[in-house]
């Protein structure tokens, strides 16, 4: 008696660089330009001009993104929200350290968030991801893909609880000026969830019948010769 193996569903996602691009463009706005930005006005105008510069590059951010039509990430909303409190406790405070130990209590707050979020149907974390690649309603919903967003939000609250970990350290020992190394040291965390992140990915998609590609580039789309009229 012969069997046939069905053939699996391909799930196609947006350009390798497009997609990086777009990932890039969310981390530079909402992580990046922020502490850049601060660092800047800081040395250069002192703090009070400094929470003034991180907040207008908010909402810069945002109302850049709603000319365009692009339409702000849910990350980037946050982020600004996150920033107005920030820089309303610290011009009350005078002070560039409370500036920064908001951030990192958010982000223990985020790393507890990941964790309670698990049983829910659609975690925070799988939110979050959406801002950076989209899936198709009908994959997220299958078993082996819910259980790949439990899998990496008990993995990326562990990596955030590290680099909150690392900046509270550096912060209570160091300073301020020592957040951009403890920035720095966190790296390889992040790089190390990505890998594991992008391998449980396509493991879930076997085990659930899927099979990854990838669009092609706008360039390789063009050089496609279009196909012949019948």
């Not at 510069?53 to 990350?75: D, E, F, Q």
């Not at 819910?146 to 993995?155: A, D, P, V, Y």
């Not at 509270?168 to 965390?189: D, H, K, N």
Request: hydrophobic fraction near 55%.
């Amino acid at each position: 008696m012969s069997h046939h193996l069905a053939r699996p569903q391909v799930i196609t996602l947006p350009a390798r660089l497009r997609l990086a691009l777009d990932a890039t463009v969310n981390l530079m706005e909402t992580v990046v330009a922020p502490l850049v930005v601060f660092y800047v006005v800081l040395m250069f105008a002192g703090l009070h001009f400094a929470l003034i510069g991180s907040l207008t590059w908010a909402y810069a951010a945002i109302l850049v993104r709603v000319i365009t039509r692009k339409g702000p990430s849910a990350l980037l909303v946050a982020t600004a929200g996150l920033t107005t409190i920030q820089v309303a406790m610290s011009a009350l405070t005078s002070s560039a350290e409370v500036y920064f130990l908001q951030p990192t209590i958010t982000t223990y707050l985020f790393a507890v968030a990941f964790l309670v979020t698990i049983p829910f149907n659609r975690p925070l974390i799988q939110r979050l991801a959406e801002d950076f690649c989209p899936l198709p309603a009908e994959l997220v919903k299958s078993a082996p893909i819910r259980n790949f967003f439990q899998r990496i939000s008990l993995l990326w609250a562990g990596v955030l609880l590290v680099n909150a970990s690392l900046t509270l350290g550096m912060l209570l020992t160091a300073g301020a000026w020592s957040v951009p190394v403890a920035g720095t040291a966190s790296i390889p965390f992040f790089v190390a969830g990505l890998a594991a992140s992008y391998i449980w990915f396509r493991r879930s998609l076997r085990t659930g019948g899927y099979a990854l590609a990838w669009a092609p580039s706008a360039r390789k789309a063009r050089s496609v010769p279009p196909a012949p009229l019948v």
